[in-house]
C-alpha cells in the first residue's frame, strides 16, 4: 500500500487525471505577498452553496459509521449544472462542495481507494462534473474534506488514534494532492476535524495545501487553529476578532492570529425530528425550508463584517436540489438584485437602558440594546 499512495504523489497533475490541471501562473505565487488581494477576492465572493452529498443523504442519519458498501450510495443520477445555475441565480460567488466524509467516502474518482462514487451505482466523478458546471455558469468551486476517516487504521504505536478516526497521513497526503492538482483552482478548503486529523497535523496539512496551491485558503471547524479562513460551523455573521462568532468549537480559536478572513455556514433545513440535517433529510420534510428573508438578512450580515456565508443544501436521492430550495435561493438573488426597503429602526437603538443589577464587565444594561436582532 506505502508504495502505492508513493506513486500516487509522484504523478504529475496531466498524468493523474484528464481535467485540466492547475494555472499556477493565475493564482497568487507567494501566499504572504498576495495574502491581502487573496482575502479581498474571497471577500468579494460574499456568499456560496454548500453542497453535502454523500452516503448520510440515503441513510437518513447525519453520520454513517457502519456504512461500508459504495452501493449504500443509491443515486443514478446527478445534475451538477442544476447546482451551478441556482447558484447564479441566487448571486452567490462559489459552491463548496463535500468531497469525502468521516466514512470515507470519495466523491472524485481517486486512485487511492475502491470507497469512491465511481465504483458506485452512479459510476461518475461528481467532483469533475461539478468543475464543468461551475465554470459554465461562472461560479468558483470550494471544497470540504474530513481529514480522518472511521474506517483507518490504528496508529502503528497502539490505540484508536484521535476522535475515533483513524491514522493514514500518506493516504490524506494523496487525496489532498489529487484534489488540488486535477481539479482546477480550489478557492478555499473547509476541514472537518470530527474524527481527528488523519496522521497528518494542521499546520503541516495547511503547508501541503499551500505547495500544492498557493492561493487556496485553508481553515478547520476546530482542533489546534492554523491556517488563514475562520470556519463558522452552525455560525453567524460576525467581526473576524470575534471569538463568539467562530460558531461550533469556537474556542479554538483563542491565542491564535493567522486569520484573513470568517467564514459561517448552517443548514437551509431548520430544526426538525428525525433525518439528518446536513444532508438531504426524508420526503417528509420535504417542505420545510429557512425563509428567503432570513437568508438575505445573514447575507447583509456577512457583508457587513466582511464574511463569506456558505448556506448548506443537500440533493436529494436524484442528486437534485429541493424545488423548495432553488425556489427560497433564487428569491434571494432578487432580492440582492433588488434590494427591499429597510426595517425600521428598531425603538430601542440608542436609547438608555439601566438595570437594577448586573453581572459583571461586558454586561452592562446597555449593552442590551444594539439595534441588531442579529446579536448574541
Known amino acids: 500500500m506505502k508504495s502505492i499512495l508513493a506513486a500516487i504523489l509522484m504523478l504529475t497533475p496531466a498524468a493523474a487525471h484528464a481535467a485540466e490541471p492547475v494555472d499556477m501562473a493565475k493564482r497568487p505565487t507567494s501566499p504572504e505577498s498576495h495574502a491581502a488581494a ?25 453520520w454513517t459509521p457502519g ?21 447564479k441565480e441566487a448571486g452567490m460567488g462559489y459552491i463548496l462542495f463535500l468531497t469525502k466524509h468521516h466514512d470515507g467516502f470519495c466523491l472524485w474518482d481517486t486512485k487511492t481507494t475502491d470507497r469512491k462514487v465511481t465504483k458506485a451505482p452512479l459510476g461518475r466523478d461528481v467532483m469533475a462534473e461539478l468543475r464543468k458546471s461551475c465554470d459554465k455558469h461562472g461560479i468558483k468551486l470550494a471544497i470540504y474534506f ?14 484508536r488514534y484521535q476522535a475515533n478516526g483513524g491514522y493514514n497521513p500518506e493516504m490524506k497526503k494523496a487525496q489532498l494532492k489529487e484534489l488540488l492538482t486535477q481539479y482546477g483552482p480550489i478557492e478555499y478548503i473547509w476541514f472537518d476535524h470530527a474524527v481527528g486529523d488523519g496522521g497528518l ?13 498557493p492561493g487556496c485558503f485553508v481553515g478547520f471547524n476546530h ?29 479554538h480559536m483563542k491565542g491564535y492570529s493567522g486569520y484573513l478572513l470568517a467564514e459561517f455556514t448552517y ?39 466582511g464574511n463569506i456565508f456558505s ?66
Open 38 to 62: 487573496r482575502t479581498e477576492e474571497l471577500k468579494n465572493l460574499k456568499w456560496g452553496m454548500f453542497i453535502c452529498w454523500s452516503f448520510s443523504t440515503f441513510s437518513g442519519k447525519e
Open 67 to 87: 456504512v461500508k458498501d459504495v452501493s449504500d450510495f443509491k443515486a443514478t443520477e446527478v445534475d451538477t449544472d442544476q447546482w451551478a445555475r441556482t447558484a
Open 146 to 159: 474530513s481529514e480522518g476517516e472511521w474506517l483507518w487504521p490504528d496508529k502503528p504505536t497502539g490505540g
Open 201 to 213: 497535523n494542521h499546520d503541516d496539512t495547511v503547508k501541503l495545501c499551500k505547495a500544492l496551491q
Open 223 to 251: 482542533g489546534p487553529p492554523a491556517g488563514d479562513i475562520r470556519l463558522g460551523e452552525m455560525g453567524h455573521p460576525s467581526p473576524l476578532t470575534d471569538e463568539k462568532g467562530a460558531g461550533f468549537n469556537s474556542g
Open 267 to 305: 443548514p437551509i433545513l431548520p430544526a426538525h425530528q428525525g433525518g439528518a440535517m446536513w444532508f438531504y433529510s426524508l420526503p417528509k420534510h420535504d417542505n420545510l425550508c429557512r425563509s428567503a428573508e432570513a437568508l438575505y438578512k445573514d447575507y447583509l450580515g456577512g457583508i457587513k463584517h
Open 311 to 376: 448556506i448548506d443544501v443537500g440533493p436529494d436521492y436524484n442528486g437534485r436540489l429541493r424545488a423548495i430550495d432553488v425556489e427560497t435561493l433564487r428569491k434571494v438573488g432578487e432580492m440582492i438584485k433588488n434590494p427591499p426597503p429597510a426595517p425600521p429602526v428598531p425603538l430601542s437603538q440608542d436609547k438608555p437602558a439601566k438595570a437594577s443589577s448586573e453581572w459583571g464587565a461586558g454586561y452592562e444594561a446597555g449593552k442590551s440594546f444594539d439595534g441588531d436582532e442579529a446579536s448574541r
